[in-house]
């Protein structure tokens, strides 16, 4: 199948590890051009060097974005359409927020991990749409959770903002139809990245067990029996954002092992 990304511009938040630098890779697979971000420079130019020698693909670069700083947003949006002459997809990811409960959280706890997992998503889909609407498509991808289905344990912030995420790409779905311009919201269950390792490591120092006997019990868990890795992550979200999906918006897809059971 031809996914027609080739010489597509592609921004991706977010992406020095984990989920958002293998989706970028998969997308420079595919002939695309990148613009990977997050807050590391140094990080972001290991991860160009990696998907350019990887790939064979020249057309990846970075630019610095803290996903909670406005101004970051509006200059990376910039530079992605200065580069590429255009934005033709949106990848909107960010880290996760602080593992606990109610009782863990104050006030600006919950307007940090509102900024981050909430309203960054807001603010560049902002900024994308122009060039999206101007040229009549475009499609926008969002990272969230597992916890869009089903809650998780001790991931208070995770849950609430994640469900916001859903409603937001929902609403957006019906108004950005017109233009041509597609959102969808991708849930992973446990893939295996650091920011799982570290939540695997918490629970296990709550529970007084190794790290293995976490990871081995959570992975029987998983009808797979293991956990997924971050390109069988990226391949879903690369397809939602090709040319190859022209009518799917408004969706939720969790890349799960069939962890979750929720329908
Ligand atoms: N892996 C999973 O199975 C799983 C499951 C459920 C949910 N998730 C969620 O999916 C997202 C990605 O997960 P991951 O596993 O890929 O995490 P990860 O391996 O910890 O990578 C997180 C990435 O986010 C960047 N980042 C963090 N804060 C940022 C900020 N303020 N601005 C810009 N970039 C920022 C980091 O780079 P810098 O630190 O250099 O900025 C890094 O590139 C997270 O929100 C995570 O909670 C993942």
């Known amino acids: 199948m031809d996914l027609g990304l080739k010489g597509k511009s592609v921004i991706v938040m977010a992406a020095s590890k984990g989920l958002g630098k293998a989706t970028a890779e998969q997308f420079a697979k595919e002939g695309a051009n990148v613009v990977v971000s997050s ?23 970075y630019k610095t974005c803290d996903v909670t700083n406005p101004n970051d947003i509006k200059e990376l949006v910039q530079f992605a359409a200065d580069k590429y002459g255009t934005v033709d997809v949106l990848v909107n990811n960010a880290g996760g927020p ?27 889909i902002r900024e ?97 029996g293991r956990y997924g890795l971050p390109e069988e992550f990226a391949k879903q979200a690369v397809f939602l954002c090709s040319s190859a999906n022209t009518y799917v918006t408004g969706q939720t897809l969790l890349v799960d092992g069939g962890l979750v059971k929720a329908l």
């Open 39 to 61: 807050r590391n420079e140094e990080d972001l130019k290991v991860v160009v060097a990696e998907i350019t020698e990887s790939t064979s693909n020249d057309n990846v670069t």
């Open 98 to 124: 602080p593992a606990g409960g109610f009782e863990n959280f104050d006030d600006a706890a919950w307007q940090n991990a509102f900024e981050l997992n909430l309203l960054s998503f807001v603010r560049a």
């Open 128 to 224: 994308v749409l122009p060039y999206m609407q101007k040229q009549k498509s475009g499609h926008i991808i969002n990272f969230t959770s597992s916890s869009i289905k089903q809650t998780l344990d001790n991931l208070i912030l995770s849950n609430t903002f994640r469900a916001g995420v859903v409603g937001l790409a929902k609403s957006l779905s019906q108004e950005l139809a017109k233009d041509n311009i597609l959102i969808n919201t991708i849930g992973p269950g446990r893939i295996d990245t650091e920011r799982v390792r570290h939540l695997d490591s918490i629970r296990a120092d709550k529970l007084g067990v190794s790290y293995e006997e976490i990871k081995s019990s959570t992975e029987a868990s998983i009808p797979m």
